[in-house]
């Protein structure tokens, strides 16, 4: 992409509406627009960060066995009714009349949609277990919506649910995305803490939030340090293995959020215990028959005996991430985007825009990067110098060349690692094979 063409409005100011660093950049980077309170439009910026988190979900979701579909956001109101939902939700559920008069909403979740399914389409032992996600758009009329995307009321999640005939086969699917959403986090170059979270009427302890260590998350956290070296399963994982032991490991040691963690407990760490703030970015839940025992989603059992499904839901909060991302990963010039997650590999920048040899230069090397796969934006504009190197760092790409007429002369370019700073002279035919080999 060449910036001179690119929909990319940053701002040099901070917005004075946003309170945390990641709302404050994700407005000065031009990556999403407040359309109302709480419901934001993404700018192409914005955009590519968001399909690249939503990619990697994806692929640790099939990965993990999860099959994809696509439910609607707009669901009818009976479904809600059938579970007792739809009462107890209250003023956090967007409820719409339709022409003819029919309840409907803005789905906050989909329990009940995705029950209706497979209770219409699974009758026996045999089609179990199965497990299914999508990623779609929620509403939720939060009383507070606050810190950009991170507390929205319009906000992307990705929500996977499991069916199983039994207990045991359950928490086989649960143990699953356990191990899922560790990968997945440290994918995104964040540590996802499991903490024990609440289980309602439903008991047991297979109910965990996921969080991430910021000093601007919502919830008080008291984490063993271990937590944060446990290794991460590999991609080599197999996920038809017995995946208990990980999950054992993971839950052996102190983690809690301020809701679920009791005034002295784990003191006996002493400084081991950290006391921090966290940002919930999934919450893993098994809740057995809660929905398939009111809206009659049963099967056959080996005996020919009919039983209500087992479910579990999973949730992982894939707008919001980019939130936390930037919490995790910035500084005082801007975003630091890990890798994986970047909208562009590489800022190239042309920094004498007009002079012939210049401009030859920077069009190849972005010709052949962007042809090698490696995404690229180049600074062609006419801006001075100084405000290009600023504008590159506010928008954190992880590597900035610089071409510039000087360097030019020799044969060289100048590269800078974003997140350390670290600048070294790379000569300009290298320049492609030092991103793409
Ligand atoms: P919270 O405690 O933050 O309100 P929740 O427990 O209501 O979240 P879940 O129903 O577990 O959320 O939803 C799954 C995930 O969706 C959460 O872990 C979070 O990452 C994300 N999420 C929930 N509410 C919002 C929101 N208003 N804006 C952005 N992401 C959200
Ligand atoms: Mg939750």
Partial sequence: MRLSQYFLPTLKENPSEAQIVSHRLMLRAGMVRQSSAGIYSWLPMGLRVLRNIEKIVREEQDRAGCQE????TIQPAELWQKSGRYDDYGKEMLRITD??????LYGPTNEE????????EIQSYKDLPKMLYHIQWKFRDEVRPRFGIMRGREFLMKDSYSFDLDFESSKRAYNKMFVAYLRTFDRLGLRGIPMQADTGPIGGDLSHEFLVLAETG???VFVHKDLLE????????DYDDDLQPIVDKWTSLYAATDEKHEDGAGAELGD?????RGIEVGHIFHFGSKYSEPMGATVMDKNGDTVPLQMGSYGIGVSRLIGAIIEASHDDNGIIWPESVA???VGLINLKSGDEACDATCDKIYNELNAAGCETLLDDTSERAGGKFKNMDLIGLPWQVVIGPRGLKNGMAEV?????????DVAIDQIVAKFTA
């Fill in 69 to 72: 579909i696509l439910m609607p």
């Fill in 99 to 104: 022409r003819h008069g029919r309840d409907m």
């Fill in 113 to 120: 949609q995705i029950t209706d399914i497979v209770r219409t």
């Fill in 218 to 220: 919502e919830s008080g």
């Fill in 230 to 237: 446990f290794d991460i399963p590999g991609d080599d994982i």
């Fill in 272 to 276: 081991k215990l950290l006391e921090a």
């Fill in 343 to 345: 909208p562009f590999k």
């Fill in 416 to 424: 800078k690692n974003r997140a350390t700073g670290e600048k070294i």
